[in-house]
């Protein structure tokens, strides 16, 4: 699975059509080999960055979290993302019918997860946890995962282009749905006293 990431970069609409040519994997084999892998950049690196290189708000001394902390937090990051790839799997798969598309959950899944890689990679900037670095390359991040979801999906599920942007924009939708809702967790998180803790 992780040989189609290059692709995905360099040549989207060929390595769409590479990746639904592909045999039937099963969602267990698609985290193991996949998503965890992945998923495991942006929260790792968030450690390593608060932890080690904090981040600096104008001519104060940089601020980090306690080891402890920045553990929970990379864990519950983590989760996050790996519930939320299988939440936007289960919708394909859900919606796919609408489109007279016949896909299986993992299949649904593993294009979920193809379609995030440009997040997952851009959380590598979380090394350094700087404001404008972190905006400039979660936004590229972003732009590039929506790009992916309108070239990726009509070749994915075989219709045609135009009920592919319909869907697509359906999928955008309930994926910044989601986004709202992990944030909202944290925030509720935080204000039961689950919250991060500065050295």
């Given amino acids: 699975m992780i040989h189609h990431v290059w692709g995905l970069f360099t040549h989207p609409d060929r390595e769409w059509q590479e990746i639904r040519g592909e045999q039937e994997e099963s969602i267990r084999h698609m985290y193991l080999t996949h998503t965890l892998i992945l998923a495991a950049i942006p929260a790792v690196s968030a450690y390593i960055g608060t932890t080690q290189m904090g981040w600096v708000i104008g001519d104060r001394a940089p601020v980090m979290l306690t080891h402890e902390s920045a553990i929970w937090m990379t864990i519950m990051s983590y989760i996050a993302m790996l519930a939320g790839v299988a939440i936007m799997g289960g919708f394909i798969h859900w919606m796919a019918r609408t489109y007279d598309a016949t896909p299986s959950l993992a299949r649904c899944v593993a294009f979920a997860t193809y379609t995030a890689t440009p997040l997952f990679i851009g959380g590598l900037a979380a090394l350094y946890p700087h404001l404008w670095l972190g905006m400039l390359i979660g936004t590229a991040a972003v732009c590039y995962t929506v790009y992916l979801l309108y070239v990726g999906l009509p070749t994915f599920m075989n219709i045609p282009a135009d009920e592919g942007f319909m869907f697509s ?19 509720v998180l935080w204000g039961i006293g689950v919250g991060p803790e500065y050295t």
């Avoid at 924009?169 to 944290?186: D, P, R």
């Fill in 169 to 187: 924009s359906s999928v955008l939708a309930v994926g910044l749905v989601v986004l709202v809702a992990i944030m909202a967790f944290t925030v």
